[in-house]
């Protein structure tokens, strides 16, 4: 049997992404894609038996929704993305995941 897995993952200004993890850990993204800021929460989710163990929704931690504009051609784009709260670990407990947060 194999691992299949992915992060949930939260930079210093609260910006969300999900990097894959098919090797069981990963701590090769050290820094956000969008901003360049340092990873601040990760979340490990098992997608093994496609069960997303310790999936997480993060809409209930949303701070800023994302803005979203229309062009002269109408067309929607983001011009700001949503950010994000880290969880306390309070609220990390009540889901029985894996994760963990840097200082």
């Known amino acids: 049997m194999s691992y299949?897995?992915?992060?949930?993952?939260?930079c210093k200004n609260g910006h969300y992404f999900i990097e894959n993890d098919n090797n069981g850990y990963s701590d090769q993204t050290e820094?956000?894609?969008?901003?360049?800021?340092?990873i601040k929460w990760m979340n490990s989710v098992d997608d093994t038996n496609c069960e997303a163990y310790g999936?997480?929704?993060?809409e209930q931690f949303l701070a800023e929704p994302a803005v979203i504009e229309t062009c002269?051609?109408?067309h929607k784009h983001v011009t700001k993305r949503a950010k994000y709260r880290i969880p306390s670990d309070?609220?990390?407990?009540?889901?029985?995941?894996?994760?963990w947060a840097r200082n």
């Open 31 to 38: 820094t956000c894609p969008e901003c360049g800021e340092p």
């Open 4 to 10: 299949e897995g992915r992060f949930q993952i939260l």
């Open 90 to 99: 309070q609220e990390m407990a009540q889901f029985n995941t894996r994760s």
């Open 55 to 58: 999936y997480i929704d993060m």
């Open 72 to 74: 002269n051609l109408g």
